[in-house]
């Protein structure tokens, strides 16, 4: 596609249940990464992935944390048993080398209640 | 530890002014360094790229690297309020696809 598409845009869930977030990154790009914002917060690192190499998992905040990319295309972000402090915008961006930067999606809007 | 420094601000400036944006990194290695911009609301967009020491000019924008300084600024000529968002600095490795550090955010308010 043109842009890295992120889906769904919200999400409201319950404490104590699962979600998957799922991002599409930009066509050719071989590095996808995971990062969260909270509120007024900079930009904190969760994972990435680079072609078929295992992925990055050092920014991952605990094992509640998981992630995939299949066919080294499309990724989800899974959070198991979800917290309240868990509810921050979750972004996801791609790049064919991260030298040259990366293009950001639009994001999905975690809310834990 | 990868550090990324910024002034949080706000930084406000009248409009049609110079607004000046700063950012630290503490690993002397890096090579690349990104300007993103980020409305209220929205992911962050890049805006702007230097690899070299001295200036890089685009548009209104100028970005200024000084790597003896381990020191990245942002100069915005003739702001706009349209320009008032949070820009984050970002610093990556010399190659490869390392993440990139990002700082904080310096918060602009352009007053019109």
């Known amino acids: 596609g043109a842009g890295v598409s992120q889906s769904p845009s919200n999400k409201v869930t319950e404490k104590g249940k699962d979600v998957e977030l799922r991002c599409d990154p930009i066509?050719?790009?071989?590095?996808l990464y995971w990062y969260r914002q909270s509120l007024g917060q900079g930009l904190e690192f969760l994972i990435y992935f680079q072609g078929n190499s295992a992925p990055d998992k050092s920014g991952l905040p605990s094992d509640r944390f998981s992630a995939e990319r299949t066919g080294g295309s499309v990724s989800t972000l899974t959070i198991q048993r979800t917290q309240q402090e868990d509810s921050a915008v979750y972004l996801c961006?791609?790049?064919?080398?991260?030298?040259?930067?990366?293009?950001f999606g639009s994001g999905t809007r975690l809310t834990v209640v | 530890q990868k550090e990324v420094e910024q002034n949080s601000g706000p930084l406000s400036v009248p409009e049609g002014a110079i607004a000046s944006l700063n950012c630290t990194y503490s690993d002397r290695g890096s090579q690349s360094f990104f300007w993103y911009r980020q409305y209220s609301g929205k992911s962050p967009e890049l805006i702007m790229s230097?690899?070299?020491?001295g200036d890089k000019e685009d548009g209104r924008f100028t970005a200024q690297l000084n790597k003896a300084s381990q020191y990245v600024s942002l100069l915005i000529r003739d702001s706009q309020p349209s320009d008032s968002a949070t820009y984050l600095c970002?610093?990556?490795?010399?190659?490869?696809?390392?993440?990139?550090?990002f700082g904080k955010g310096t918060r602009l308010s352009v007053i019109a």
């Open positions: 970002a610093v990556g490795a010399n190659s490869g696809n390392t993440p990139l550090v």
């Open positions: 066509s050719g790009h071989t590095a």
């Open positions: 961006a791609s790049s064919l080398e991260a030298f040259y930067g990366y293009t």
């Open positions: 230097i690899y070299s020491n």
